[in-house]
C-alpha cells in the first residue's frame, strides 16, 4: 500500500514543479524546491487529519515553528498625519491607501494578489516574494504610486488630502504562530518612521511622498542608475533608535534632491593667483583651453573635492 501511495505523491510533485518553472522562471531552484517539501508535508498532514485544514482556515495562523526563514522584499507605506484627522477621515484614508497602492502595483507590472499584506493602522506593511523584478520595484512602483496620489489629490477635500512615506528594504522573516516576525521587519517599520524622511516631506509642501531606501536597496539596485532609478537624487541619513542604527536614502519624488536634507556643497573651483607681471596689463587677444598649462600638485590632488 505505501508503495503504491509513494508513486502518486512523485507524479503530483513533477507536476508542481513544472507549473512553478513556467509561472516563475527566475524562482531559484532552492526556493521551488523548499515550497514544494513544505506543500508535501501539508499535504500528509492533512491527509492524517482533515479538521487540521478547518483550524487553520478559521484561524490563518501557522502552528509554531512550520515557517522557515523566508527571503522578501518589504514595502511599507503610511499616512501623513493620519492620527490628527477625523475618525471619517481615517476611514476615508485607509481605504484610499489600499486603494491607491494596489493601483500602484498593477500599474507597474507587480502582481499585488502574491504580496502579504500587514495592516498597521495609518499604515501598511507588504512582504513582496523574491519573484518580483526588483528593480521595477524600486524604480517603476514608487513612480507609479506617485502619480496615482497626484491624480487622487486633485479630486479629494483638504481633510481627506492624502501624503506618504515609503520604506524599501529587503531580508528574510518568518511565521511564528501569531504574525509575520523578523528584524528586516523591525528594520523597515524604523525606516518608515524615521526623522529625516519626515523632515524631507514636511519641507516639500508640493510633493505626495518621500521614500527612503535602505543601504542595501540602494548598493544593490539604485545607485547603479537602472531604469526609472536616479541616485543622484537620494541623500543619504542616519536612523537610529535605542541600539539600532542604520545608513539609508532618502528621496522626494518631483524634487532633484530632498528638501530639509541639502545636497553636500559644491567644492569651489580652486583660485589661480593672477601672475604678478600680469597685474595691471589690458590683455587684447582671445585665449581658449588650458592658457597657462596648469598642472596639479600634490597638495591639489589631495584637496580636490573638498568643500572650502
Same mark, same amino acid.
Given at each position: 500500500? @505505501? &508503495? @503504491?501511495?509513494?508513486?502518486?505523491?512523485? *507524479?503530483?510533485?513533477?507536476?508542481?514543479? /513544472?507549473?512553478?518553472?513556467?509561472? +516563475?522562471?527566475?524562482?531559484?531552484?532552492?526556493?521551488?524546491?523548499?515550497?514544494?517539501d513544505?506543500?508535501?508535508? /501539508?499535504? /500528509?498532514?492533512?491527509?492524517?487529519?482533515?479538521?487540521?485544514?478547518?483550524?487553520?482556515?478559521?484561524?490563518?495562523?501557522?502552528?509554531? #515553528?512550520?515557517s522557515?526563514?523566508?527571503? =522578501?522584499?518589504? $514595502? =511599507?507605506?503610511?499616512?501623513?498625519?493620519?492620527? *490628527?484627522?477625523?475618525? =471619517?477621515?481615517?476611514?476615508?484614508?485607509?481605504?484610499?491607501?489600499?486603494?491607491?497602492?494596489e493601483? &500602484?502595483?498593477?500599474?507597474?507590472?507587480?502582481?499585488?494578489?502574491? =504580496?502579504?499584506?500587514?495592516?498597521?493602522?495609518?499604515?501598511?506593511?507588504?512582504?513582496?516574494?523574491?519573484? %518580483?523584478?526588483?528593480?521595477?520595484l524600486?524604480?517603476?512602483? $514608487?513612480?507609479?504610486?506617485?502619480?496615482?496620489?497626484?491624480?487622487?489629490? #486633485? *479630486?479629494?477635500? $483638504?481633510?481627506?488630502?492624502?501624503?506618504?512615506?515609503v %520604506?524599501?528594504?529587503q531580508?528574510?522573516?518568518?511565521?511564528?504562530?501569531?504574525?509575520?516576525?523578523?528584524a528586516?521587519?523591525?528594520?523597515?517599520?524604523?525606516?518608515?518612521? %524615521?526623522?529625516?524622511?519626515r523632515?524631507?516631506? +514636511?519641507? &516639500?509642501?508640493?510633493?505626495?511622498?518621500?521614500?527612503?531606501?535602505? @543601504?542595501?536597496?540602494?548598493?544593490?539596485?539604485?545607485?547603479?542608475?537602472?531604469?526609472?532609478?536616479?541616485?543622484?537624487?537620494?541623500?543619504?541619513?542616519?536612523?537610529?533608535?535605542? !541600539?539600532?542604527? !542604520?545608513?539609508?536614502?532618502?528621496?522626494?519624488?518631483?524634487?532633484?534632491?530632498?528638501? %530639509?536634507?541639502?545636497?553636500?556643497?559644491?567644492?569651489? &573651483?580652486p583660485? $589661480?593667483p593672477?601672475?604678478?607681471?600680469?597685474?595691471?596689463?589690458?590683455? @587684447?587677444?582671445?585665449?581658449? #583651453?588650458?592658457? +597657462?598649462?596648469?598642472?596639479?600638485?600634490?597638495?591639489?590632488?589631495?584637496?580636490?573635492?573638498?568643500? *572650502?
Amino acid at each position: 500500500m @505505501d &508503495a @503504491d501511495r509513494a508513486q502518486p505523491s512523485e *507524479s503530483l510533485r513533477t507536476l508542481g514543479e /513544472r507549473l512553478l518553472r513556467e509561472s +516563475f522562471p527566475d524562482m531559484p531552484t532552492k526556493s521551488i524546491d523548499d515550497l514544494l517539501d513544505r506543500s508535501a508535508i /501539508r499535504l /500528509r498532514e492533512t491527509t492524517a487529519n482533515p479538521d487540521s485544514m478547518k483550524r487553520d482556515e478559521q484561524t490563518s495562523t501557522p502552528s509554531a #515553528g512550520r515557517s522557515q526563514p523566508t527571503f =522578501v522584499y518589504i $514595502v =511599507v507605506v503610511d499616512i501623513e498625519g493620519y492620527g *490628527s484627522r477625523s475618525a =471619517v477621515a481615517q476611514a476615508s484614508l485607509r481605504a484610499a491607501m489600499y486603494e491607491e497602492t494596489e493601483n &500602484a502595483f498593477e500599474d507597474a507590472g507587480l502582481n499585488w494578489e502574491s =504580496v502579504v499584506k500587514l495592516d498597521r493602522g495609518d499604515g501598511l506593511l507588504m512582504l513582496v516574494p523574491p519573484t %518580483a523584478d526588483a528593480v521595477t520595484l524600486a524604480g517603476k512602483f $514608487v513612480i507609479a504610486l506617485n502619480e496615482s496620489l497626484r491624480e487622487k489629490a #486633485g *479630486s479629494l477635500p $483638504v481633510e481627506h488630502q492624502m501624503r506618504m512615506r515609503v %520604506a524599501l528594504h529587503q531580508g528574510d522573516c518568518w511565521q511564528d504562530r501569531n504574525q509575520w516576525v523578523g528584524a528586516a521587519i523591525n528594520t523597515a517599520s524604523l525606516l518608515v518612521d %524615521a526623522a529625516p524622511l519626515r523632515a524631507a516631506l +514636511f519641507s &516639500a509642501p508640493r510633493a505626495t511622498m518621500a521614500v527612503i531606501a535602505s @543601504d542595501g536597496i540602494y548598493r544593490s539596485l539604485i545607485r547603479h542608475g537602472f531604469r526609472h532609478l536616479d541616485p543622484a537624487s537620494f541623500a543619504q541619513v542616519e536612523v537610529s533608535r535605542k !541600539e539600532q542604527h !542604520e545608513i539609508a536614502w532618502v528621496q522626494v519624488p518631483g524634487y532633484p534632491y530632498p528638501p %530639509a536634507l541639502g545636497p553636500a556643497s559644491t567644492p569651489k &573651483a580652486p583660485v $589661480v593667483p593672477w601672475p604678478e607681471a600680469f597685474r595691471g596689463v589690458q590683455l @587684447d587677444a582671445t585665449f581658449s #583651453g588650458n592658457v +597657462f598649462g596648469r598642472h596639479e600638485s600634490k597638495d591639489d590632488t589631495t584637496n580636490r573635492g573638498k568643500p *572650502s
